[in-house]
């Protein structure tokens, strides 16, 4: 078990007390692969479908935001028309969430060991890392040389590099970047688990997904269980800025903000509320201190906890005025693909930056309601859809600072410059390799 | 009839919305989605989806084969 976090900017890869830690590791170097085989890494896999059953009855869901039971998706592909191909997703396009890069930096060989387990468990010896960070890239290559000197690592692995984009993670991008595509979001059907890299059946599945193979394969189902909730079995890593410090945490699912604020030393007297889900799910008021961190919980919410980025806002920070800035961050990041996402994300920012200037109508803020709910669903991706569960979560969770905006009474948003940049981890210190 | 539409290739023309607008729901913009469920399409529907199909200028609606969604493989089968 680490210990509580130091005082250092960024407390990178710290572990709540009283768990053990399945992700985070000690010390600010990547973990080489005599490390990894003395915590039990690598282990041959004898029972295929032994494990994808274990993976089901884990529990485990899929940690890059959308929550789908990783059993079900691994079954999928094993299932499939064709030899599955199996892809560890690290282009982490979200820019309040660094675990991703993290997790490929330090603990490669618990991302590879379970890109092997995937691979193995899917039935095929194909497989491929998609990463933008060049760091990371520089990390799973130096992994990949040594695991591949033992003849039972028994899988091919490529590495695809692309330029980083919000859009360029998501699981159609990342097929069509390697057919040889642009990394852009394709419209569904076909999902990459009927017809995905080469027309076969592909898993595309988080790095830390994957990293959380190997805890299975060693814990079996029950002893994954044992941390967590019933819905949602193990840990995660949020990514926290707060104060405008980033730090990324591996936290039991169930654990309440309020007590990962005590724990770090934070009050949460001076928290407004939080933007949840990196920018996936807007803004929520501070009643989601005492709610616990769950996928189920925070969808009962409006809310969500997606890649498990989390940005507290403070009593200095307008919840208009973050909403805004999130939503231009769309208008501008989209794939410029569909014409609803385009126009309406550019439409409801208009709306937004409007109202965080304090001249914005009734009117606009009407239409603003009207896109965040009849615009949902039209994209061929989930980019439209974070853009209207920005937009819906500040009418629903702020309606106080909506009303002060269109009276021009925000004290905060009354002195403020142009529109800042909304909150991102701007830089991650680089693993010493 | 099974269709799929491609909101990445829709340009806003809404022929599709003015023959069958019940099936192609068009944005404030002009952007086609299906409405939901209309990827099945009804026996009395499908000639009008037809004739959207034939007639969207960008081809942005196909019809998918019975029982499974492999029309598009990859990359190649979609542009």
Redesign the interface.
Known sequence: MSGPPGTASHDLGVAYPGISPRLVIDGARAEDIGAYRSRGGYRPLRDAEAFVCEVEESGLRGRGGAAFPAGRKLRAVRAG?GVPVVVANGEEGEPASVKDRWLMRHRPHLVLDGLRLAAQAAGTGDAHVFVSDPGSERSIRSALEAARKDPSFGVEVSIARVAPAYVAGEETAV??AL???PA????K???PF??????RPTLVANVETLANLPWVRRLGAAGYREVGTEKAPGTFLMTLTIRGRAGLYEIPFGTALRDVLAWLGEDAGAVRGFLMGGYFAGVVGEHALDVPLEYDTFADLGSGLGCGAVVALGRDDCSVATTAAVMAYFAREN?G????CF??TAAMSAVLQALRDQRAGAPDLERLRGWST??R????CGTLDGATNVAAALLREFPEAVAAHLDGRCGICAGAGPAAAPPAVAAMPAAGS | MRI?????????FGMCGVYDPETFSI?E???A?LAAGAGEVPADREADVRRALLDCPVHAITE?SRG????????????
């Not at chain 1, 852009?184 to 419209?187: A, I, R, Y």
């Not at chain 1, 693909?337 to 609803?340: A, R, T």
């Not at chain 2, 492999?70 to 542009?79: H, I, K, L, P, Y």
């Open positions: 028309d097929v069509q057919n040889g595509g852009l979001p394709m419209d059907p076909p999902r009927e017809s995905g890299v080469g027309g794939a693909q569909c014409g609803s126009n309406g009849g615009l669903g039209r994209g061929a | 799929k539409l491609d909101r990445t290739l829709c340009d806003g944005d913009w002009g952007y989605s998918l499974h969604a492999r029309e598009n493989r990859g990359t190649e089968g979609n542009r």
